[in-house]
């Protein structure tokens, strides 16, 4: 009845883009923080400045990555290297931990200011899934998570929360690595071949494919759906409630 094999006891769900309709707000983040900071860099040095692409850019280097790894890959992508700093370092800092910072106060701004909308499918998908009796995690990179849901009012709906914060503590690889989608599996006693993965972001299904899980389902909001299917998504579809369509 939910589109999955007989043998899958528990669902994972990434968030943004795949729960809430936060993907363009992150994206929106990135970008002002990233085109800050190169401008920046453009007027000392010299040199044009070149935008921060907050489609190609952000699905090839930051979606779905913790949000350090994704600053360390997208400036790496432009040949340029930051010292790493330290959490105290002052937004726009130009460290990792600085630019980092900078984001996420921006992200925390626009989520403040626009509040944050749940893809009514896949709320429609994932409550639908709690009643067959299936076990269910959200599974994000972001140190927001706990914000995110309970500001969509979803938070209940789950029984377990790997997030960033988690990640942290466990010391946890990021997708692409398989880690946090497996820490998932066992908080909710689930094997990995007995889970499902719902992810948006390439790093995401190249993830659910390198654990071994029993399903990913790449959840195509922007168009990438060959690319989705090309990183390891066993079923591609636009919104959750596709799959509730097929019973």
Not at 35 to 62: E, I, N, S
Not at 188 to 215: I, K, Q, S, T, Y
Request: net charge negative; hydrophobic share 40%; glycine share 12%.
């Amino acid at each position: 009845m939910l589109g999955l094999p007989d043998q899958v006891r528990a669902c994972l769900f990434d968030l943004d883009g795949v729960l809430t309709r936060t993907a363009k707000v992150h994206a929106a983040a990135w970008k002002e923080m990233f085109d800050d900071y190169l401008r920046r860099r453009a007027q000392d040095d010299g040199t044009p400045f070149v935008p921060f692409d907050a489609v190609r850019d952000y699905d090839a280097y930051v979606d779905g990555r913790p949000r350090a790894d994704g600053i360390r890959t997208f400036l790496a992508s432009r040949g340029i290297s930051l010292p790493e700093g330290g959490p105290d370092d002052p937004p726009g800092t130009a460290t990792v931990h600085g630019l980092g910072i900078r984001k996420n106060d921006l992200l925390l701004r626009r989520i403040r200011e626009d509040g944050v909308e749940a893809y009514e499918g896949s709320v429609d998908y994932v409550r639908a899934a709690g009643e067959a009796g299936l076990r269910l995690a959200v599974v994000s990179s972001s140190a927001n998570c706990r914000a995110v849901l309970d500001a969509a009012g979803i938070a209940d709906l789950f029984d377990e929360r790997i997030d960033g914060t988690v990640a942290k503590t466990q010391r946890l690889p990021g997708k692409p690595a398989p880690d946090t989608y497996l820490a998932g599996a066992r908080a909710l006693g689930a094997e990995p071949g007995a889970a499902a993965v719902f992810e948006d972001a390439l790093a995401g299904v190249e993830a659910g494919r390198a654990g071994g899980f029993g399903l990913v389902v790449g959840v195509d909001r922007t168009g990438q759906a060959d690319e989705l299917r090309r990183h390891g998504a066993d079923v591609v579809v636009q919104d959750l409630s596709e799959l509730l369509e097929r019973r």
